[in-house]
C-alpha cells in the first residue's frame, strides 16, 4: 500500500487554481504570492508554469466555490436581513439600522472577520455608504475599514478607479466583503 502525502505550500510559493479553458488550463484563482509575482486570472497554465517553474497549481471547485458561496449567503443573515452575492468576489450586506445589535459598526466588523476565521476563511470587510465604495474599500483598503459619506473621495483615491456606485447618497451603510480559504483568497484582487 502507498501513501502520499502533500503538504500545503509555503507562503512565498506561488499558488493558482486551474480550471478548463479553451487552449488548456487557465488560471482561476491566485494566492498573494502568485499576484505579487505578476500572474494573472485567465492566463495559460503552461505558460506561467514556463516563467514561474516553482507554481503549484491545483484545480479549482467551480461547483464547490458556487455551493459555499450560496451557503454563506444565507449564513450571513445573522447580521442582517438583507444579503447577497457579489458576482463571484464575494457577499454584500445591508446593515442598515444593524450595527448597533452588535455593538456598533467596529464591533461588528470584528464579529464578520472573527466568525469567518472561525471557518477557516479570510474576510477583507469593509462598510461605506454605497455598495460600490463598500465594494471598492473591501478589495482595495486596508481589510477592515469603516468609511463615513464625507470620507469617501479620500479613502477610495488609493483605489486603482473610481467603482460605479461610489459617490454617496442616501443610504444605510453597506458590508461587503470576498472569503476564500488559502489560494481562493486571490478572487479578492487585495493584498493581504
Known amino acids: 500500500m502507498i501513501a502520499q502525502y502533500r503538504s500545503v505550500p509555503g507562503d512565498e510559493v506561488p499558488v493558482v487554481l486551474s480550471r478548463d479553458g479553451t487552449h ?17 486570472a ?17 484545480p479549482a471547485d467551480l461547483e464547490g466555490d458556487e455551493a459555499l458561496i450560496q451557503r454563506l449567503v444565507h449564513w450571513a443573515r445573522r447580521w442582517c436581513p438583507w444579503t447577497a452575492r457579489d458576482q463571484d468576489h464575494g457577499l454584500l450586506l445591508d446593515v442598515t439600522g444593524c450595527t448597533h445589535l452588535f455593538g456598533g459598526e467596529v464591533a461588528m466588523l470584528r464579529d464578520i472577520r472573527s466568525r469567518f476565521a472561525l471557518q477557516g476563511l479570510t474576510a477583507r470587510v469593509a462598510m461605506a455608504p454605497t455598495p460600490g465604495a463598500a465594494q471598492a474599500l473591501a478589495r482595495f483598503g486596508s481589510g477592515a475599514q469603516i468609511c463615513g459619506a464625507e470620507d469617501v473621495a479620500t479613502a477610495l483615491a488609493p483605489c486603482p478607479s473610481p467603482p460605479c456606485g461610489w459617490m454617496p ?24
Request: hydrophobic fraction near 45%; proline fraction near 12%.
Open 24 to 40: 488548456g488550463p487557465v488560471v482561476h484563482g491566485l494566492s498573494a504570492a502568485a499576484t505579487m509575482r505578476g500572474i494573472e
Open 42 to 58: 485567465g492566463a495559460r497554465v503552461v505558460d506561467v508554469q514556463a516563467i514561474h517553474p516553482d507554481l503549484h497549481v491545483e
Open 169 to 192: 447618497r442616501p443610504r444605510g451603510s453597506w458590508t461587503v466583503w470576498a472569503s476564500r480559504p488559502l489560494a481562493r483568497s486571490a478572487i479578492c484582487p487585495a493584498p493581504p
